[in-house]
């Protein structure tokens, strides 16, 4: 059974950082290329970042230069390290692989104050 918790949410001031965690299990998630994806209120989800099983990045224009993803395969844990956050950033984060299985975890609030 696939699962995918996500955590390290929270309430921060605009210009913070945050370490936002996930655990995936059920499958062998090393040999997937992963990503974090965002929905903010009254919009769709949206992909922010992406790792591949070698460790190559890439990113939403719109969080390059403060937003760093890292895996630790051993684990089949997936981390986004946010840092000079806007009030933008303001959603729910989840981790899947990309392309996105079916199944979604519950995401973490992210929610940026100005």
């Known amino acids: 059974q696939v699962q995918l918790v996500e955590s390290g949410g929270g309430l921060v001031q605009a210009g913070g950082s945050l370490r936002l965690s996930c655990a995936a299990s059920g499958r062998r998630f090393s040999i997937y290329t992963m990503g974090w994806y965002r929905q903010a209120p009254g919009k769709q989800r949206e992909l922010v970042a992406t790792i591949t099983t070698d460790g190559s990045t890439n990113y939403a224009d719109s969080v390059k230069g403060r937003f760093t993803v890292s895996r630790e395969n051993a684990w089949n844990t997936v981390y986004l390290q946010m840092s000079g956050l806007k009030p933008d950033d303001t959603a729910v984060y989840y981790c899947?692989?990309?392309?996105?299985?079916?199944?979604w975890g519950r995401g973490t609030q992210l929610t940026v104050s100005s």
């Open positions: 899947n692989t990309h392309p996105a299985l079916e199944y």
